[in-house]
Antibody, heavy 116, light 108 residues
């Protein structure tokens, strides 16, 4: 399973680090992703990271503010979010896939609320 | 930019067939995946690679793609199918994953 944590209420301009703890599968076999969903809105893919970090991709709109990383010893994925904006308010999911495959497992999400 | 267009809502009576579309120029040349998101729940993959059903997904769910439109078809719709549905495609040029805007299926 995938379990996200680290969400909360934060003021605009501040930082937050989200974590996604994985269990029950071989962590290193999968690409990991962050996807967010603003209240009442659709899904927005944000970032992906391969097990060895050789493949890393972020959506243009978060480049320079968000960083994705992982600790394969702790089976944990991270999303460092800096300079947060009110529009970053969302439920943040982590999900897994293999190379070129869809997302076959998702966490339940962690809620980030950015106040002005 | 890479945009997948979905109708915001579709309504269907129980037992009828629901068609949920995802539009992009020449989408038939892409591989499309579909997710179901029940209220308050994480998304669940219901169709992969245009028309493959993951284990546990009923055969009532099917997918197709032609021209500029990919379609998720749900036959013999049940009340429990009421959910939001999202299409997804991989933009290999930018190594991005892209979701459609989502379609809310209402079972009347």
């Amino acid at each position: 399973q995938l379990v996200e944590s680290g969400g909360g209420v934060v003021q605009a301009g501040r930082s937050l680090r989200l974590s996604c703890s994985a269990s029950g599968f071989t962590f290193n076999d999968y690409l990991l992703h962050w996807v967010r969903q603003a209240p009442g809105k659709g899904l927005e893919w944000l970032a992906l990271l391969s097990y060895d970090e050789s493949r890393k991709s972020l959506k243009d709109s978060v480049i320079g503010r968000f960083t994705i990383s992982r600790n394969n010893f702790k089976n944990t994925l991270y999303l460092q979010m800096n300079s947060l904006e009110v529009d970053d308010t969302a439920l943040y999911y982590c999900a897994r896939s293999r190379e070129g495959t869809p997302f076959d497992k998702w966490g339940q999400g962690t809620l980030v609320t950015v106040s002005s | 930019s890479y945009v997948l267009t979905q109708a915001p809502s579709v309504s269907v009576a129980p037992g009828e067939t629901a068609s949920i579309t995802c539009v992009r120029n020449n989408i038939e040349s892409e591989i499309v995946h579909w997710y179901q998101q029940q209220p308050g729940q994480a998304p669940v993959l219901v169709i992969s690679y245009n028309n493959d059903r993951p284990s546990g997904i009923p055969a009532r769910f099917s997918g197709s793609s032609s021209g500029n439109t990919a379609t998720l078809t749900i036959s013999r719709v049940e009340a429990g199918d009421e959910a939001d549905y999202y299409c997804q495609v991989w933009d290999f040029n930018r190594d991005y994953w892209v979701f459609g805007g989502g379609t809310k299926l209402t079972v009347l």
